[in-house]
Every structure is written in C-alpha cells, then in structure tokens.
C-alpha cells in the first residue's frame, strides 16, 4: 500500500503563490496517474489537476493558465505550482493516486486572504 505525504500549504495573500508537494512512499508513477483535488467548506470535493502515466497534464477551467502540475519520477514526487491566487482557491488541497494503486494523501489547507 502507497501512502503520500502532502506538504507546502499555508496562508498567503492574493496574488500569491504556493507550491504543493506530494511525496509517495514508493515508485508509483509506472502506469499511475496523479492529481490534486481540494474542497471547500460546505462544497463537493473537485479535481484540480492531474498528471497521466504519460506525462500529459489536465487542469481544471477555474485554475488554468495560473496552476502546474508537474513531476519527479526520481524523487517519487509530484508538486502543485499554484500561482495568481484568490480567494476561491482556498481549500483543503488532496493528492491522489490511481491505476494500479489507489491513494490519497491526508491534505493540505491552503487559504488565501483578500
């Protein structure tokens, strides 16, 4: 069983920035997709981005152009760069595997403040 371990989340101003980070346990990324989720107070937990197996990145309409996602296959890594915030990004952040595993993290709170 993989465990991931969320980091980087925090208090930050509009207009900032933040960096995520999710650190597997073991190997993953052979035949795993990966991506981040969040969820709001009182709002359905959504799909922020997600990187495939493949390389090939999806992003969420509401985080395009200002959110990557990215990876380090050596380091069994994947980040979330979260740049140009506002205050609807804030939220508890998830990072999920799945393929032939299947994960999540225990989350990350990221607030942005107007």
């Known amino acids: 069983q993989v465990q991931l371990v969320e980091s980087g989340g925090g208090l930050v101003q509009a207009g900032g920035s933040l960096r995520l980070s999710c650190a597997a346990s073991k190997s993953i990324f052979t035949n795993n997709d990966m991506g981040w989720y969040r969820q709001a107070p009182g709002k359905q937990r959504e799909l922020v981005a997600f990187i495939t197996s493949g390389g090939s990145t999806h992003y969420a309409d509401s985080v395009k152009g200002r959110f990557t996602i990215a990876r380090d296959n050596a380091k069994n890594t994947n980040y979330l760069q979260m740049n140009s915030l506002k205050p609807e990004d804030t939220a508890v952040y998830y990072c999920?595997?799945?393929?032939?595993?299947?994960?999540w993290g225990q989350g990350t709170q990221v607030t942005v403040s107007s």
């Open positions: 999920r595997v799945w393929g032939t595993m299947n994960a």
